[in-house]
C-alpha cells in the first residue's frame, strides 16, 4: 500500500506558472511509475502526464505538451509536476497517481492505477 499527499496547487493568472508536489510513503518510490490526472467540474477525470519509476520515461497529453514537465527525485519519494504557461483552461483538481503494474513504461487511463493522491485545486484566472 501507498500513500500520496499533494501540494502545490492555488489560484494564478493566465501566463503564470505553479509547481505541483506529490509525496509518496509506504512502498519503495523507485520501483513504480508515477502519474497527474485532473478533473473539472462536470468533466471526466483525464491523463496529464506519466513518469517511468527512473525518471528515463515521460508522456503528457497534448493539451500540456511543452507547458508542463514532470519530474521525479526518488531520493524523497516525490514526484512534481511544473506547469508553466497556465491558462484557465487548466483549472481543475489535479491527482497524482501509483502505477504498481509499471516501471520502465507508462499508462494513460486512470484505470491502470493503483492509487490515487486526495488532490489540489488549481484554479487559473482569465
Known amino acids: 500500500q501507498v500513500q500520496l499527499v499533494e501540494s502545490g496547487g492555488g489560484l494564478v493568472q493566465a501566463g503564470g506558472s505553479l509547481r505541483l508536489s506529490c509525496a509518496a510513503s509506504?512502498?519503495?518510490?523507485?520501483?513504480?511509475?508515477m502519474g497527474w490526472f485532473r478533473q473539472a467540474p462536470g468533466k471526466e477525470r483525464g491523463f496529464v502526464a506519466a513518469i517511468s519509476s527512473s525518471g528515463g520515461n515521460a508522456l503528457y497529453a497534448d493539451s500540456v505538451k511543452g507547458r508542463f514537465t514532470i519530474s521525479r527525485d526518488n531520493a524523497k519519494s516525490t514526484v512534481y509536476l511544473q506547469m508553466n504557461s497556465l491558462k484557465p483552461e487548466d483549472t481543475a483538481v489535479y491527482y497524482c497517481a501509483a502505477d504498481f503494474g509499471r516501471s520502465t513504461v507508462v499508462a494513460l487511463r486512470t484505470n491502470d492505477y493503483d492509487y490515487w493522491g486526495q488532490g489540489t485545486q488549481v484554479t487559473v484566472s482569465s
Open positions: 509506504g512502498r519503495t518510490f523507485s520501483s513504480y511509475a
